[in-house]
């Protein structure tokens, strides 16, 4: 038997296999230096790697991998990187299982959670670690942006680091376990990737445009090209009208760029999930669907055996690519990207070193959440000024970020399109209109002699309204009230009865407003913010079949109802804009609305949860609040509840939910057939015996006679009472 067996990290699952704390170590500390090189954080990050389990020399630990107790593995390698004045190291250690913890003060006592307080812990013997592991000699390099830096990039560098640390943690882990790396990798390069883009423009025609409108798209296009082609790295505006075609002219500057500058991939952030579907499908067909990751919430990958499928090598390496983004391609949400960058989670954090030295669009940039609209900006400015990204804010109305960019580093982003006045006029599709105050009949009847209408209201009730004293024939109401399915199903028949001419009103919320296209020659929107009113102009006269002069959409306020506190603001800085310039559709016009919104917000609304202060003052005695800001930064915090609707497919799914179902892959389906209701609305709803709640907290409805196939869930049901806005 031998007297001194080594020091084990993992034992394979079928015990066959062991691998050594030395080999993990080293191999985490060679992959966290490769992933921290583009940002300079390599050494640091090598040092992580080769302290971050120390604390499986202990006998705990190896008693643990044969059935004992749960150890702490992760405090020695904290303690040890903090006696060498290692912060950042320390955090990343500390945090690499269960995530980065709140700092705390000086005072804290070695029981409390804090990395103050893991730093007193008294530990079991683990020293053997200084007989196996050979630490860099001389001081540990930084990046040179950190030597006169804030406490906000300091707490953003120790972010970056726990990513480069977690995911080669991960990734070694896996690779031992499998007995082989995972099948990462495997995509066309970012070069090949540009040459599709150009293959896909010309087998278009927009080369050789022969009508204005496909002239003038091909001469944003071309601008796109050459000045991603030859612009440095930093931070951009793209502002082209609806219908110049922006989401290619935005891939073509980011693609140019990164083959340029030889960066690592594109990210595409979005505002709502409801449109992601169509975009990342978009960029499938154009760059090859194994290229092109769909990364949000509802997105999961699932493995398939090939048995059943025959090609589950490219469902996996998804599956893989989710966890850290290694692919050339990502189509995320605006939650999922801002959330990570303030997590304190492996889960979330581990694809965060991937960022660096990408080109990062953000599509619809107006609609940055304003409750964390100063941390989103922050995030955007230090990864431009010290990771390498080109951030390009992409929309048709560009918000006046400027003053929050210059609080941020003094940032000042360039504008990417040729002459913005111009192309507004040249773009004009509909003509604004005042129709001042009407009520719900005066409305109902403007919109039932129309033949072909668009009407966007701020409630769903006035929706439903509207649609019931609308003639049944050619006639739609869209809510959030009607599942997913639904209003697919709803928009596809739209999209045909506009295309055939045939009778068509639609009365919808905003969801309508969000990347929607469809045609419509006359609209109508209650009163909101400048931008709500350009999106849904943006579905009058849309491909320009009309003159301007006779495409109207008219701007009307209901009697008798109140604005939403949360378009109140909005509402107001409208208002300022109307009389100022009397062309809402102008870009003057979109920049004095922006400048009034911003002004009655207030800088404090601006970063609601003071999120920027905890990181640079500290929250409540804690220094570096990690924790604390990762529980704050919620930009959806909604309090609804799912019901999944047994209708149509969503009947089968339910049925799969009964009987004990509970996969990734089914709630996926399931959101296809889900309505999300406020506490109120699913207490009426249970109330009145209409929702059953299942064992694993699901709420499934129970009476199908309470969804409408056309206004959606009803929320006022005999036995119980909804009221809703």
């Keep these: 038997m031998n007297p001194n067996p080594p020091y084990l990290a993992h034992i394979s699952e079928d015990h066959t296999r062991t691998q050594t704390v030395r080999e993990h170590l080293e191999n985490t500390a060679a992959l966290a230096a490769e992933f921290a090189r583009p940002f300079g954080g390599e050494e640091a990050a090598r040092l992580s790697g080769l302290l971050h389990d120390i604390g499986k020399y202990s006998r705990g630990f190896q008693e643990r991998l044969h059935g004992g107790r749960v150890v702490d593995h992760s405090t020695a390698g904290a303690q040890v990187s903090q006696k060498l004045r290692q912060t950042s190291a320390a955090f990343a250690i500390a945090g690499h299982h269960g995530g980065i913890p709140d700092g705390g003060s000086r005072t804290d006592t070695a029981g409390q959670a804090t990395l103050f307080g893991r730093l007193k812990r008294a530990l079991p013997d683990c020293s053997a670690w200084q007989s196996e592991i050979r630490l860099p000699q001389g001081p540990v390099r930084h990046p040179d942006f950190l030597r006169h830096s804030s406490p906000f990039a300091q707490f953003f560098y120790t972010r970056m680091l726990y990513s480069c640390l977690v995911d080669a943690d991960y990734q070694d882990t896996e690779t031992f376990m499998r007995g082989s790396a995972a099948p990462r990798g495997g995509h066309a390069s970012l070069p090949e990737l540009l040459a599709l883009l150009e293959r896909y423009i010309e087998a278009q025609g927009w080369w050789n445009a022969t009508t204005p409108l496909n002239q003038k798209r091909s001469e944003i296009l071309k601008a796109c090209f050459a000045k991603g082609a030859s612009f440095p790295q930093g931070l951009y505006t793209l502002t082209v009208p609806t219908g110049g075609g922006k989401t290619v002219a935005s891939l073509a500057f980011a693609f140019s760029m990164a083959v340029k500058l030889q960066m690592q991939r594109v990210i595409y952030v979005i505002p709502y999930t409801s449109i992601i579907d169509q975009t990342a499908g978009k960029f499938q067909e154009i760059l090859g669907a194994e290229n092109v990751l769909e990364h949000h919430s509802g997105a999961e990958y699932l493995m398939q055996t090939d048995a059943a499928n025959g090609s589950s090598l490219s469902v996996y390496r998804k599956v893989l690519a989710t966890e850290n983004w290694d692919v050339p391609v990502v189509v995320t949400t605006a939650v999922q990207f801002f959330e990570s960058l303030y997590a304190n989670r492996s889960s979330r954090c581990r694809k965060l070193h991937n960022i660096a030295?990408?080109?990062?669009?953000?599509?619809?940039?107006?609609?940055?959440?304003?409750?964390?609209?100063?941390?989103?900006?922050?995030?955007?400015?230090?990864?431009?000024?010290?990771?390498?990204?080109?951030?390009?804010?992409?929309?048709?109305?560009?918000?006046?970020?400027?003053?929050?960019?210059?609080?941020?580093?003094?940032?000042?982003?360039?504008?990417?399109?040729?002459?913005?006045?111009?192309?507004?006029?040249?773009?004009?599709?509909?003509?604004?209109?005042?129709?001042?105050?009407?009520?719900?009949?005066?409305?109902?009847?403007?919109?039932?002699?129309?033949?072909?209408?668009?009407?966007?209201?701020?409630?769903?009730?006035?929706?439903?309204?509207?649609?019931?004293?609308?003639?049944?024939?050619?006639?739609?109401?869209?809510?959030?009230?009607?599942?997913?399915?639904?209003?697919?199903?709803?928009?596809?028949?739209?999209?045909?009865?506009?295309?055939?001419?045939?009778?068509?009103?639609?009365?919808?919320?905003?969801?309508?407003?969000?990347?929607?296209?469809?045609?419509?020659?006359?609209?109508?929107?209650?009163?909101?913010?400048?931008?709500?009113?350009?999106?849904?102009?943006?579905?009058?006269?849309?491909?320009?079949?009309?003159?301007?002069?006779?495409?109207?959409?008219?701007?009307?306020?209901?009697?008798?109802?109140?604005?939403?506190?949360?378009?109140?603001?909005?509402?107001?800085?409208?208002?300022?804009?109307?009389?100022?310039?009397?062309?809402?559709?102008?870009?003057?016009?979109?920049?004095?609305?922006?400048?009034?919104?911003?002004?009655?917000?207030?800088?404090?609304?601006?970063?609601?949860?003071?999120?920027?202060?905890?990181?640079?003052?500290?929250?409540?005695?804690?220094?570096?609040?990690?924790?604390?800001?990762?529980?704050?930064?919620?930009?959806?915090?909604?309090?609804?509840?799912?019901?999944?609707?047994?209708?149509?497919?969503?009947?089968?799914?339910?049925?799969?939910?009964?009987?004990?179902?509970?996969?990734?892959?089914?709630?996926?389906?399931?959101?296809?057939?889900?309505?999300?209701?406020?506490?109120?609305?699913?207490?009426?709803?249970?109330?009145?015996?209409?929702?059953?709640?299942?064992?694993?907290?699901?709420?499934?409805?129970?009476?199908?006679?309470?969804?409408?196939?056309?206004?959606?869930?009803?929320?006022?049901?005999?036995?119980?009472?909804?009221?809703?806005?």
């Design 357 to 725: 030295q990408s080109v990062v669009i953000f599509d619809e940039a107006q609609t940055l959440p304003v409750p964390y609209l100063r941390p989103c900006v922050a995030a955007i400015a230090e990864l431009v000024q010290h990771y390498g990204v080109t951030a390009v804010l992409c929309t048709a109305t560009q918000p006046k970020l400027a003053p929050l960019f210059q609080e941020s580093g003094g940032l000042t982003a360039q504008e990417i399109c040729p002459d913005r006045q111009a192309l507004s006029g040249f773009f004009r599709r509909a003509t604004f209109q005042n129709a001042g105050t009407l009520n719900e009949e005066a409305l109902a009847n403007e919109l039932g002699a129309a033949r072909q209408v668009l009407c966007v209201v701020n409630r769903r009730k006035t929706a439903q309204a509207l649609y019931q004293s609308l003639p049944r024939e050619g006639s739609f109401c869209l809510t959030t009230l009607l599942c997913p399915a639904s209003r697919k199903q709803k928009i596809a028949e739209i999209r045909t009865r506009l295309a055939q001419g045939l009778s068509c009103r639609v009365v919808s919320t905003s969801l309508i407003e969000a990347g929607v296209d469809l045609d419509f020659p006359a609209a109508w929107r209650e009163e909101a913010g400048l931008d709500s009113i350009l999106q849904a102009a943006g579905r009058c006269n849309r491909e320009g079949r009309r003159p301007p002069e006779q495409s109207l959409v008219k701007i009307f306020r209901l009697e008798g109802a109140e604005p939403l506190s949360l378009l109140r603001t909005n509402i107001a800085a409208l208002h300022a804009a109307e009389k100022k310039h009397s062309d809402l559709a102008s870009p003057s016009a979109a920049d004095t609305y922006f400048d009034y919104f911003l002004k009655l917000k207030g800088r404090n609304e601006l970063d609601r949860q003071q999120i920027l202060k905890s990181i640079e003052e500290g929250h409540c005695g804690s220094v570096f609040p990690f924790a604390h800001v990762a529980d704050s930064f919620r930009l959806i915090d909604s309090p609804t509840t799912a019901i999944y609707l047994p209708i149509g497919e969503g009947a089968g799914l339910v049925n799969q939910l009964r009987a004990g179902l509970h996969e990734k892959g089914l709630y996926r389906k399931l959101g296809q057939y889900a309505v999300s209701v406020y506490p109120q609305h699913l207490e009426a709803l249970e109330a009145a015996g209409a929702v059953e709640r299942l064992d694993s907290g699901c709420y499934v409805l129970t009476r199908t006679d309470c969804y409408d196939p056309d206004t959606g869930l009803q929320l006022e049901v005999e036995g119980g009472v909804g009221l809703f806005s």
